[in-house]
């Protein structure tokens, strides 16, 4: 079964395609928003990936969750379910293709931390950027069950950089 989108080579105009939609998604949180960053696997430079978009927003209280929810409707988001309390996901589709995955967590959660850990790792280590996109690709091409377990199979190596990190 085919995951959320192929995995391709690193694509350089992923940073812009980046801070395109940061532009447009820094309103919907107004004075809740603290930051925003560019985050997974389109945020590492020659990393191969699949051509979703990560944003992590940090926000000092998700008491508009159900506004934020409706004015990214506009912007052609949808609900995902909640990863973890405190951790609300969105995801945006163009012509029924995945583009953009919006993590949106309250500021101090430890997914914020992890991912930005191990964005800059791979980003300062081309060893493991390689192991991982290795790891990536073999996991795709073995997959028959779609994204689930492939995000199964590959947190064992992001837990074994991240504990060497800690």
């Given at each position: 079964?085919?995951?959320?989108?192929?995995?391709?080579?690193y694509?350089?105009?992923?940073?812009?395609?980046?801070?395109?939609?940061?532009?447009?998604?820094?309103?919907?949180?107004?004075?809740?928003?603290?930051g925003?960053?560019h985050?997974?696997?389109?945020?590492v430079?020659?990393?191969?990936a699949?051509?979703?978009?990560?944003?992590?927003a940090?926000?000092?209280?998700?008491s508009?969750?159900?506004?934020?929810?409706r004015?990214?409707?506009?912007?052609?988001?949808?609900r995902?379910?909640?990863?973890?309390?405190?951790?609300?996901?969105?995801?945006?589709?163009?012509?029924?293709?995945?583009?953009?995955?919006?993590?949106?967590?309250?500021?101090?959660?430890?997914?914020?931390a992890?991912?930005?850990?191990?964005?800059?790792?791979?980003r300062?280590?081309?060893?493991?950027?390689?192991?991982?996109?290795n790891?990536?690709?073999?996991?795709?091409?073995?997959?028959?069950?779609?994204?689930?377990?492939?995000l199964?199979?590959?947190?064992?190596?992001?837990?074994?950089?991240?504990?060497?990190?800690?």
């Amino acid at each position: 079964m085919p995951l959320t989108s192929p995995i391709m080579p690193y694509d350089p105009t992923w940073p812009q395609q980046y801070a395109a939609e940061e532009e447009r998604l820094k309103p919907v949180f107004s004075s809740a928003l603290i930051g925003m960053h560019h985050v997974g696997s389109t945020a590492v430079p020659e990393l191969a990936a699949k051509a979703e978009i990560d944003v992590l927003a940090v926000v000092r209280s998700d008491s508009g969750l159900e506004d934020w929810s409706r004015l990214l409707a506009t912007l052609g988001y949808r609900r995902g379910g909640d990863l973890s309390t405190g951790h609300h996901f969105f995801k945006r589709d163009v012509d029924g293709t995945r583009t953009h995955k919006l993590h949106v967590c309250l500021d101090g959660h430890p997914q914020i931390a992890r991912m930005l850990k191990f964005r800059d790792h791979l980003r300062r280590h081309p060893g493991d950027r390689l192991r991982y996109q290795n790891l990536k690709l073999g996991l795709e091409r073995e997959n028959g069950s779609g994204i689930q377990q492939y995000l199964v199979a590959k947190d064992p190596f992001i837990q074994d950089i991240l504990a060497k990190l800690a």
